[in-house]
């Protein structure tokens, strides 16, 4: 493929990074498992409205195409890959948070997610057939073994009436189907085989199996007891990391297939009712921008708000703990709180 095209509206950080030089000089190179950077660039290239625009294929993208990820990865996080390092800590006891409206006037919901993949295989846009069935099967079995609050039933999407699968997207439980940048990133081949749910019975904890990432962990419930979700959210990774290995690095924390999930792999939001504060999005964004919050739509990232209610959640993931992005994220949503109750 020659350099490719880029339209002249394109923001994306893979059109602002990757120089015709860059292009040059990685086009050629191909990690162990066969990935090339035609491949890493191809949401981008298809998607010119991304934000971003690439996508690993394994742990190896990340050293084999550097000189493009890693500044990327700099602007994202604000974190240098080649100087610093990821600490993790994901001690609930380091928390140590108040619930931010414990009137239960504003958080309709709270919900702590973390990407995680399997150390011996590629990451999913460069996943066989083959191997996605074994990592659902692999998972799957794993998640069989928990008990208390975390037991529950792994749902196959293959099982899933449309009724069901509708619903659970509805109740903002499931993972939707089609989206466009995942598509050209090679993440929905064999669609819908291979991928699932779990949940236990009062879906306050959920699995997602080869989405985006081979399991996306989720804690989430009603309410704004953020420290009760995360500490859910903590008891079922330190489960789950006894049983099955994660692709890790000293560097770069827990990798994912998108960059913008390293480190943590943690998004901590909520959904949020601010209909007067929505009227002035300026300092809406003001507040956010200030504690590095992100904010989405109601049904998830590239959805609308509804009614007023967003869904507001930390930005990084890398270079910050994982105590550190949900204290940023409660202190942020306490600020618009107060501006929503003052205006
Ligand atoms: P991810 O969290 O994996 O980045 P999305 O932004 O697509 O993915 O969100 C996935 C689903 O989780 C969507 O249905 C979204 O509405 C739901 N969701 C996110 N945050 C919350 C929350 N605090 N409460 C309830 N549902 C939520
Ligand atoms: N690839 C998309 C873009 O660049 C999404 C990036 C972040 N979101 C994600 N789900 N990984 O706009």
Not at 215 to 232: E, H, N, Y
Not at 246 to 262: I, K, M, Q, V
Not at 287 to 312: A, T
Request: aromatic content about 8%.
């Amino acid at each position: 493929m020659p350099y490719p095209h880029f339209p002249k509206e394109c923001t994306s950080a893979l059109c602002r990074h990757l120089t015709p030089e860059l292009y040059e000089e990685l086009r050629d190179k191909k990690t162990r498992y066969g990935y090339t950077l035609d491949q890493l660039i191809r949401s981008g290239v298809d998607n010119p409205d991304s934000s971003i625009g690439v996508y690993a294929g394994d742990e190896e993208s990340y050293t084999l195409f550097a000189p493009l990820l890693d500044p990327i990865i700099r602007e994202y996080h604000r974190f240098d890959p080649r100087t610093q390092r990821h600490v993790s800590d994901m001690d609930p006891d380091h928390l140590q948070i108040d619930n931010p409206d414990p009137e239960n006037a504003y958080i309709l919901s709270t919900r702590i997610r973390v990407g995680r993949n399997l150390h011996c295989f590629p990451l999913g846009p460069n996943l066989a057939r083959r191997e996605r069935l074994i990592v659902e099967c692999m998972v799957s079995d794993t998640l069989r073994t928990l008990d208390g609050e975390l037991a529950g039933r792994y749902y196959p999407l293959t099982g899933l009436s449309e009724e069901d699968r509708k619903q659970l997207i509805e109740d903002h439980f499931l993972f939707k189907e089609g989206d466009r940048f995942l598509e050209s990133a090679g993440l929905n081949r064999d669609w819908p085989e291979g991928r699932g749910i779990y949940h236990n019975d009062d879906k306050t904890f959920l699995v997602w199996v080869n989405e985006e990432d081979q399991l996306r962990i989720i804690s989430m419930q009603p309410g704004g007891d953020i420290a009760q979700v995360f500490t859910r959210l903590s008891h079922a990774v330190t489960e789950l990391q006894k049983r099955l290995t994660f692709a890790f690095d000293e560097r770069l924390g827990y990798l994912t297939s998108c960059p913008t999930n390293l480190g943590t792999a943690m998004r901590a939001s909520v959904h949020i009712r601010l209909p007067k504060l929505s009227k002035e999005m300026e300092r809406f964004h003001a507040i956010c921008d200030r504690h590095e919050l992100q904010i989405r739509g109601i049904h998830g990232e590239h959805s609308e708000s509804e009614e007023g209610i967003f869904d507001v959640s930390n930005r990084r993931r890398l270079g910050i703990t994982e105590v550190e992005a949900v204290r940023q994220m409660a202190a942020g949503v306490r600020e618009l709180i107060e501006a929503e109750k003052e205006i």
